[in-house]
């Protein structure tokens, strides 16, 4: 699956913003759906995760209440909704995909393991301001 993540741009602190990841393919329903950011200088961070059909998603502490994500299997397409967003928001913006099993139970904060996602889309910058 080839993947493509869009939407970001520069915001203001407090505001809204919505990423989308388009996929390619037939198949986008048989993988989970994850995003995660990098800012400069620091490691690319999990920021959320969505299962095949949509039941189960997983945030950090650190996005948990701000940040939303879906999906619309049909349109072969990923959102990630970010509300409340803040300037340590900043960072170019991925989007990844597994076809690895949702974890389940206490090892469900395995699905932020970047290593658990072979296939990566472009990222997108989001800049917020204070």
């Known amino acids: 699956v080839q993947l493509q993540a869009s939407g970001g741009g520069l915001v203001q602190a407090g505001g809204s913003l919505r990423l989308s990841c388009a996929a390619s393919?037939?198949?986008?329903?048989?993988?989970?759906l994850g995003w995660f950011r990098q800012a400069p200088g620091k490691e690319r961070e999990f920021v959320g995760a969505?299962?095949?059909?949509?039941?189960?998603?997983h945030y950090p502490e650190s996005v948990k209440g701000r940040f939303t994500t879906s999906r619309d299997n049909a349109k072969n397409t990923g959102y990630l909704q970010m509300t409340g967003l803040k300037a340590e928001d900043t960072a170019v913006y991925y989007c990844?995909?597994?076809?690895?099993?949702?974890?389940?139970?206490?090892?469900?904060?395995?699905?932020?393991?970047?290593?658990?996602?072979?296939?990566w889309g472009q990222g997108t910058q989001v800049t917020v301001s204070s």
């Open positions: 990844a995909a597994s076809n690895s099993p949702f974890p389940i139970g206490q090892n469900m904060q395995d699905i932020g393991s970047i290593a658990r996602y072979p296939f």
């Open positions: 393919g037939h198949t986008f329903g048989t993988y989970i």
């Open positions: 969505i299962s095949r059909t949509s039941f189960i998603t």
